[in-house]
């Protein structure tokens, strides 16, 4: 690797360049980092939330072909979807529909204008805290990038363990939480795709049955 490449790996110039590159494509701003405090939030969980910092779109690509699943079949679910650039990604990828659920009202007003930017009539946003989120009993890709603490990842469990079937798969990356779907009956750890292994790198649970 030459030094300058190491430079950019190192400062993170690198990742910069390909999110500039990846908004340019589809007309929106997703990549900027927004700090929750001068958001406008009106639910109790605001204090277990993390800022907004967007994923590196090939998280989910890369994570579907390490357990080689077929999107089509599949609804994306990404809880704290912030500005919503993985919605665009699941949306590109094929999944049948995507839904983002943002707690924060800027970055889900933020979330709508870039769906919509972009093109996608399989994306939707909701408005609200993702420790209410409903699960749909069919199968889905929950997709979680280090969003809240364990008061809102013990809700979501909660809501996951109200299905009847449990056919579905948890990519999250920077799993500061992964106890939680570790200790899981229904689900078991798959591992993590190549390109981002590590403590906060991607990692993926699929159906205890599989
Ligand atoms: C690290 S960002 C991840 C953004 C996006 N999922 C991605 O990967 O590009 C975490 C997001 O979770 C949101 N969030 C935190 N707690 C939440 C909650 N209880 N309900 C809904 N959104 C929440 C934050 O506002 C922030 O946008």
């Known amino acids: 690797m030459s030094f300058s490449k190491l430079l950019d790996l190192l400062t993170g110039r690198e990742a910069q360049r390909t999110a500039i590159d990846w908004d340019a494509k589809y ?17 109790d969980s605001r204090r277990f939330g993390e800022r907004y910092q967007a994923s590196d779109p090939s ?19 990404d809880l704290g979807c ?13 999944f049948k529909s995507c839904i983002g659920v943002e707690f924060a ?19 939707s946003v909701v408005h609200g805290d993702a420790g209410a989120y409903a699960f749909q009993d069919e199968p889905f890709v929950l997709y979680l990038f280090n969003p809240f ?12 363990l109200k299905l009847r079937r449990a056919e579905y798969y948890v990519i999250y990356k920077n799993p500061r939480e992964r106890r939680i779907f570790d200790e899981m009956q ?17 990692h993926v649970w699929g159906p205890r049955g599989e």
């Open 59 to 77: 998280a989910l690509s890369d994570a579907l072909a390490f357990v080689g699943l077929d999107p089509r079949s599949y609804r994306f679910v």
């Open 27 to 43: 007309g929106t701003d997703t990549r900027s980092t927004v700090e929750l405090h001068g958001l406008t939030i009106s639910h």
């Open 186 to 202: 229904t689900l078991r750890y798959l591992g993590t795709p190549p390109a981002h292994k590590g403590v906060w790198g991607v």
């Open 149 to 160: 603490s364990h008061q809102i990842m013990q809700r979501v469990r909660d809501n996951l």
């Open 82 to 94: 912030g500005k919503g650039r993985m919605l665009i990604v699941a949306a590109e990828l094929g």
């Open 105 to 123: 009202d800027e970055l889900a007003q933020t979330a709508k204008a870039n769906a919509a930017a972009a093109g996608f009539d399989t994306i």
